[in-house]
Nanobody
């Protein structure tokens, strides 16, 4: 089994900062991409990309968070961090950690965390 465990969500005032952490554990062979997605508002509960980072350190950000959020990763610890600065009320949503990895028994697929709520008050 593979698990992704998130921490660090909560309530903050607009302009403030939060730091989200995610640790992957279990039978992991290698992790290619780790990242954060968030739930879009409205019906359907789609998830949109926030930021991703490859094992080599290449990053990708949604336009809405560029310059405010920073993603980093510790490959040895299978952890990914999302530093969120200059938060806005529209950042209020559930954030999900994700990892595209190869398990110890050879399966390659995406795994997801349980989600953590971020609330930004105006």
């Amino acid at each position: 089994q593979v698990q992704l465990v998130e921490s660090g969500g909560g309530l903050v005032q607009a302009g403030g900062s939060l730091r989200l952490s995610c640790a992957a554990s279990g039978s992991i062979g290698s992790i290619n991409v780790m990242g954060w997605y968030r739930q879009t508002p409205g019906p359907g509960k789609q998830r949109e990309l926030v930021a991703t980072i490859t094992s080599g350190g290449s990053t990708n950000y949604a336009d809405s968070v560029k310059g405010r959020f920073t993603i980093s990763r510790d490959n040895a610890k299978n952890t990914v961090i999302l530093q969120m600065n200059s938060l806005k009320p529209e950042d209020t949503v559930v954030y999900y950690c994700a990892a595209h990895l190869r398990t110890g028994w050879g399966n390659i697929q995406w795994y997801w965390g349980q989600g953590t709520q971020v609330t930004v008050s105006s």
